[in-house]
């Protein structure tokens, strides 16, 4: 993609400058959920809702989408299906992925530690919503369990706090308080691991980092 302002090239994945005025610049993420409305209305009860009819159509001009080209590249990094939903972290220049499958199966949030900063990467029992967080409060390092699945509450076992999906301290000592999002997004493994190559599977040995590794089975 190209902004209007510079014709800088950006890639969709990850917003680094490709070429153009800005290369070597980078995108600023932010955090973003993929749930239900169900979900973010009990979260959120006073949220507003973007209208379709803004007035603004005027602005936007026609879009004609090119001809399809299709890639002779072959996708090599067997270990994990090609289509298999994750939520991949960053973290000081480390990468990991966490297989949706197997943070549900591991009690619907996983505690690690990706790139040095302790994480609580969550995915929610309702809703198949997540992303990670630093589980370090105030210089205590938490370790976060599924307390509430029906309506997606967490506890930490260290101080018994009540946390959203989102991070946010809904009950307890840590009341009020905001999980640090540590830059995290649901993707699937064949994007992830084509831009990070390196990257860190969880549920696989630390040394499985390359394309040869052994791939997980049952998704």
């Known amino acids: 993609m190209t902004d209007r302002e510079t014709g800088t090239l950006w890639t969709h994945f990850d917003g680094v400058s490709l070429s153009g005025p800005l290369l070597g610049e980078r995108l600023k993420m932010l955090p973003m959920q993929i749930t239900t409305w169900e979900e973010w209305q009990r979260l959120y009860p006073q949220t507003t809702v973007l209208d379709w009819n803004t007035g603004f159509q005027s602005r936007y001009r026609p879009i004609t989408p090119g001809a399809a080209v299709g890639s002779d590249a072959d996708f090599n990094d067997t270990r994990l299906p090609v289509n298999a939903l994750m939520i991949g972290v960053e973290s000081n220049g480390q990468f990991k992925s966490f297989p949706h499958q197997l943070i549900d199966r591991d009690g619907y949030v996983v505690n690690d530690t990706v790139g040095g900063t ?20 105030n210089g205590q390092t938490l370790t976060l369990q599924i307390e509430i699945a029906s309506i997606n509450v967490y506890s930490d076992k260290e101080t018994g706090t009540l946390w959203s999906s989102t991070g ?27 831009y990070h190559p390196a990257t860190a599977i969880y549920g696989m040995p630390a040394d499985w980092v390359t394309v040869t590794g052994p791939a997980i089975t049952g998704f």
């Open 168 to 194: 946010f301290g809904l009950d307890g000592p840590l009341a009020d308080t905001q999980l640090e999002w540590v830059q995290s997004f649901n993707t699937e493994w064949y994007g992830w691991s084509a």
């Open 118 to 137: 302790p994480v609580a990467v969550f995915h929610t029992p309702v809703g198949g919503s997540g992303l990670a967080y630093s589980r370090v409060v």
